[in-house]
């Protein structure tokens, strides 16, 4: 048996043809994962990020709303804003407590002083679902974050029948 032994070393150029076309759809496809992955990555951040501003400012109204004087309540709007965005109030201690919408933000007026709750807010809207009882108040409120590209993500949260306790 002769075996033959080339005394060249390297490759052919169909050899590196086929190496470079493997190299070229590996590395194309990796860019559109790496960019599907920072999308879906921003939306999540966006959708975690609402969600907690949501969360934190719905418990802390709601709380607040509970220990009003119904008597007190007093549901209307801030120039330029969404009609039933502001709700003013006074608890059973005496303390005077506004939230409003401005802006896109999200405001706490406690005995004079201004406290912004949250961002991104979207809509607030104060009512009274029943118009025979002025102790039950429904509050809605959605958040709107950019994620990528100029889209978007919202979360809309409703909660229906506050009641007021005092």
């Not at 590395?27 to 999540?44: K, P, V």
């Not at 709601?62 to 009003?68: F, G, I, Q, S």
């Not at 709750?117 to 118009?131: G, I, M, V």
């Amino acid at each position: 048996m002769i075996i033959i032994r080339s005394k060249h070393k390297g490759y052919t150029l169909v050899e590196v043809m086929i190496t470079v076309a493997i190299l070229g759809i590996v590395f194309g496809s990796l860019s559109s994962l790496l960019t599907m992955f920072t999308r879906m990555s921003r939306l999540n951040m966006a959708r975690l990020d609402i969600q907690k501003d949501a969360r934190v400012t719905m418990s802390l109204i709601n709380k607040n709303l509970r220990e009003a004087q119904s008597a007190t309540i007093a549901i209307d709007q801030v120039a330029g804003e969404p009609f039933w965005s502001r709700i003013s109030f006074t608890s059973v201690e005496g303390i005077v407590i506004v939230y409003y919408q401005q802006n896109g933000k999200l405001y706490q007026t406690v005995a004079g002083k201004t406290l912004m709750l949250a961002q991104n807010l979207r809509t607030l809207r104060f009512s009274y679902p029943n118009t025979d009882d002025s102790t039950i108040i429904s509050m809605s409120i959605c958040f709107e974050k950019s994620t990528y590209e100029g889209s978007k993500k919202a979360l809309q949260l409703s909660v229906e029948k506050v009641r007021v306790m005092n």
